[in-house]
Structures are given as structure tokens and as C-alpha cells.
């Protein structure tokens, strides 16, 4: 049978976005990627996406699925993949922590919007504390269930991604007393279905976009970027004179 035809709506930073790209690039699914401007949804778009979020699936050009979520879970088990386990009790387990990923997405929503530093403060503790309980959850080393990469890998490699900006920016180290979440990111920051869900410059990127929030992080992006560009124009050959 011929394999359908997927194709994801998508936006360059969004991390549920990067959910779905990883369960297609674990899978050696073919796949097209159209990224999208969610400033300016094109009606087209608007037109198929009931949520009017991405990601979207669109197969073979008539049925479209929304929620990373159903999407993962629906490549998945198209695929005959491996990604959720085949007992009820272990998948829906995996499934509780995926629920619990995008709690962190949102804490890590609310650090990006904090207005001031006080309310920063506020969302990096709440932050926190979601990872002291996902740590105290984590008893094996390597991926979220040992060995085997999981839809609950594909669920936190983005947020971890997040953070790395974050801490650029902040001086915070968010994994420094979680050890283990700690080894456990650095495995999927290797991971090359975790590397191709968003493009080389994706540090860049999530840095515009910081700087164009108006919060107190964005505040910091504007601050480390004018500090970058007046270092590089000091350092610039251009103006060191030739003795
Ligand atoms: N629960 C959704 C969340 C998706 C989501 O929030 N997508 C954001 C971008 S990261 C979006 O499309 N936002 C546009 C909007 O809300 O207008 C999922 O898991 O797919």
C-alpha cells in the first residue's frame, strides 16, 4: 500500500511543532514542512486549522489532524512504531508525562511574558518545582524509559532546547541540582531527530523572538544583542588601525 502523503503546518519555534517533526524523523517518515507566520495566519490556514494553532497534519491532502499530541500518537501507530509502549498501563503513564511537558511549556510561556523580574522570579520557581518532581519520577539513566527514545522525549526536548537560551541570557542554570534531568537533556540535545525539528540558527531565532516580547526577558534579549553588536563592531577590523 502506498504510503500517505504528510505534510506539517508548522512555525520555526513552536515546540509542539518540534514534537511532531521528531516522531516523523524517528520514524524515517518522508514528510513537507511549511512554516507559517503565525502574526499573520494566512486564511488558508485559518481555513483548515480548527484551533487555528499549529501543528496541523495534513494527509494526502484531505484529512487533517491537529493537537502534537494526537499527531505523534497517530504517526506512531500508522507506523507501527515504537515510540508509546504496547501495555495500556505504561502507555497511558507515558502519556500522563507528555501532559506533564506541556505544564512546563506553559511555566516556561509565562517566564517569557513576565512583565518585570519579580514576576520572572515567580514563573522560574514554578518552573522549578516541576522539574524537582520530574526528577524525583526520573530512575533510570539514559531516555525517559531507559533505553528506548519515547513520544515523552520527543515531549521535553523542546522545552529543554528553550532553556538553553534562556540561561544565555540569565545566568540561571535550571538543571544544576537535577542531575539527572541534567543527563537526560544532554542526550537529547544529540539526538539528530531532536537536532532537525528546528534549523541550524534556531538560537538566533528564539532570541529575535525574545527581543520582541515586551517582558522582562525580552528586555534582557534587546540588552544582549545591542551588547553583541557593539562588541562586534569594536572588534571589527576595520576599525583597528594599521600601525
Ligand atoms: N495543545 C496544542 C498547542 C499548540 C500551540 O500552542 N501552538 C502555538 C505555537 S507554539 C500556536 O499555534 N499559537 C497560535 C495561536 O494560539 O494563535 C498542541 O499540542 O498542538
Known amino acids: 500500500m502506498a504510503h500517505p502523503q504528510y505534510t506539517l503546518i508548522s512555525h520555526l519555534l513552536c515546540p509542539y511543532v518540534q514534537r511532531a517533526i521528531i516522531t516523523l524523523e524517528e520514524q524515517n517518515i518522508a514528510y513537507k514542512r511549511i512554516d507559517i507566520d503565525l502574526a499573520i495566519k ?23 489532524l491537529f493537537e502534537s499530541a494526537v499527531i505523534s500518537e497517530y504517526l506512531n501507530e500508522a507506523n ?22 506541556s505544564h512546563t511549556l506553559n511555566n516556561i510561556g509565562q517566564l517569557y511574558n513576565a512583565p518585570d523580574e519579580k514576576s520572572f522570579h515567580m514563573a522560574e520557581n514554578s518552573l ?10 526520573l530512575k533510570i539513566e539514559g531516555y525517559f524509559n531507559g533505553q528506548n527514545f519515547s513520544l515523552v522525549d520527543a515531549a521535553f526536548a523542546p522545552a529543554f532546547r528553550y ?3 534562556v540561561e544565555t541570557l540569565t545566568q540561571l542554570h535550571f538543571f544544576k541540582n537535577v542531575k539527572a534531568i541534567s543527563h537526560w537533556a544532554k542526550l537529547l540535545q544529540v539526538r539528530p531527530s531532536v ?9 538566533q531565532q528564539l532570541m529575535v523572538f525574545l527581543t520582541q516580547r515586551n517582558s522582562y526577558l525580552g528586555l534582557l534579549a534587546r540588552q544582549y544583542i545591542h551588547h553583541q553588536q557593539n562588541n562586534n563592531t569594536t572588534n571589527s577590523p576595520s576599525n583597528h588601525v594599521q600601525a
Open 128 to 137: 522549578n518545582d516541576k522539574w524537582k518532581t520530574l526528577e524525583s519520577h
Open 42 to 64: 494566512p486564511d488558508w490556514f485559518k481555513k483548515i486549522s480548527p484551533l487555528g494553532k499549529v501543528p496541523v497534519l495534513v494527509i494526502d491532502d484531505d484529512t487533517v
Open 195 to 203: 537536532k532537525k525539528a528546528v534549523s541550524e540558527h534556531y538560537p
Open 163 to 165: 532553556l538553553e537560551v
Open 80 to 101: 507501527n512504531g515504537t515510540l508509546l509502549n504496547n501495555d495500556p498501563l505504561k502507555k497511558a503513564h507515558q502519556k500522563a508525562w507528555v501532559e506533564f511537558a
